[in-house]
């Protein structure tokens, strides 16, 4: 099947290692934030979101940091497994507007 | 429960033809959008319908691209006079309400030759 993951930054971790991709925002409004997981050939999937009152939210194995100051937000996954191999999207949200992808990084977990 | 769903998975047409793709959002979803994914890029948005209503459709690329959401349902995006640069993964979403998270579909894979 096509791959999402051509030309895109790539990150590469051992199996059971901590994973931290990170996503530079662009607009200083955007109040909700949303990582998104898109295996091959497959739609987007919803992860976890953030908004813009919390600095720090976490699921199960993942966690989302959020700084403001510098718009960057980021990604952590806890003891990466090779069903985690994707390619993930951060996102944001202005205040009653349009969601804005950002390019995507490429996970690869290594047996 | 049933997710979003997008027929056909996948669509080959002709330079010039007219293409339906048609998207079932999650039932009870108000909110619908429309995005199209190049390769190597994340979703850029089309079009977002509250009910059976366009509410944003300012990133439709030209009048070649319509949307409908006739019964407050069902989506169609519509593409006439398709160019090879419509080649692309068109992606739909649903959502309770425009505030709530976003979830997508798997996508139809348009390729025209």
């Known amino acids: 099947g096509e791959s999402v993951g051509l030309h895109l930054p790539t990150l590469s971790v051992q199996e059971g290692d901590n994973s931290i991709i990170n996503c530079a925002y662009s607009?200083?409004?955007?109040?909700?934030f949303i990582w998104y997981k898109q295996e091959s050939g497959k739609g987007p999937q919803f992860i976890i979101d953030?908004?813009?009152?919390?600095d720090k939210r976490q699921g199960q194995r993942v966690t989302v940091l959020l700084n403001k100051t510098v718009k960057h937000l980021s990604l952590q996954i806890a003891a990466t497994q090779p069903g985690d191999s994707a390619v993930y999207f951060c996102?944001?949200?202005?205040?009653?507007?349009?969601?804005?992808f950002g390019t995507g990084t490429k996970l690869q977990v290594i047996p | 429960g049933a997710g979003v769903s997008q027929t056909p998975s996948n669509k080959v047409t002709e330079k010039g033809k007219y293409v339906e793709l048609r998207c079932d959002p999650i039932?009870?979803?108000?909110?619908l959008y429309w995005y199209r994914q190049s390769l190597g890029q994340g979703p850029e948005f089309l079009i977002y319908?509250?009910?059976?209503?366009?509410?944003?459709d300012s990133g439709l690329p030209n009048d070649r691209f319509f949307a409908v959401r006739p019964e407050g349902s069902v989506s169609t995006l519509k593409i006439q006079r398709t160019e090879r640069g419509d080649s692309a993964v068109y992606l739909c979403a649903s959502s309770p309400t425009r505030s709530e998270t976003q979830y997508f579909g798997p996508g139809t894979r348009l390729l025209v030759l």
């Open positions: 319908f509250q009910g059976t209503g366009a509410a944003d």
């Open positions: 607009n200083s409004a955007s109040d909700y």
């Open positions: 039932s009870g979803h108000t909110a």
């Open positions: 996102a944001e949200r202005p205040p009653h507007q349009k969601v804005t």
């Open positions: 953030i908004r813009s009152n919390m």
